[in-house]
C-alpha cells in the first residue's frame, strides 16, 4: 500500500511539472503588457547577450544585463535619472512555454516586494 501511494504521488508531480527552458529567452524582442492607472501600456524591449533596450511611453531606456544563471539575471541602468533608478533589478524566470516566459522581479535586496507578470518573446 505504502508502494502505491509513493507511486501515485511521483505520477502526479510528474504530470505537473513546469517547464523552465530559459536560454531561448537571454536574447530576442519581447512585448510585456500591464496595467497602470486602470490603463493597459505595453512594453517592448529588446535583448542581446549584454544589454536590454526597452520602448515604453514614448521613451527608451537601457540597461546591462548579467545573467547569474540559466533563469535569473541582473538588471542596471545604464543612465539613472533618479535613486530609484539607481537600484538594480532582481529577474527570475518561474516557467516558460513555446514563446513566452512568467517571471517574477524586484529591487536588489527588496525580496518583499516582489511583482509577476508573462512577456511574450516576438522575434
Known amino acids: 500500500m505504502k508502494w502505491r501511494l509513493i507511486l501515485v504521488l511521483t505520477l502526479c508531480v510528474a ?3 513546469t517547464e523552465r527552458n530559459c536560454l531561448p529567452f537571454h536574447q530576442g524582442v519581447f512585448e510585456y503588457t500591464t496595467v ?5 501600456k505595453t512594453s517592448r524591449f529588446e535583448r542581446n547577450a549584454d544589454y536590454e533596450v526597452e520602448y515604453y511611453d514614448g521613451k527608451i531606456d537601457s540597461a546591462s544585463i548579467r545573467w547569474v544563471n540559466d533563469c535569473e539575471c541582473v538588471l542596471t541602468k545604464l543612465n539613472p535619472v ?8 532582481q529577474m527570475r524566470i518561474l ?21 509577476r507578470g508573462t512577456i511574450q518573446k516576438i522575434d
Do not use: M, W
Open 82 to 89: 533618479s535613486n530609484q533608478d539607481r537600484k538594480p533589478l
Open 36 to 40: 497602470v492607472n486602470g490603463e493597459i
Open 95 to 115: 516557467t516558460t512555454k513555446k514563446n513566452e516566459y512568467t517571471f517574477e522581479f524586484s529591487y536588489v535586496g527588496d525580496a518583499q516586494n516582489k511583482q
Open 15 to 17: 504530470c505537473y511539472s
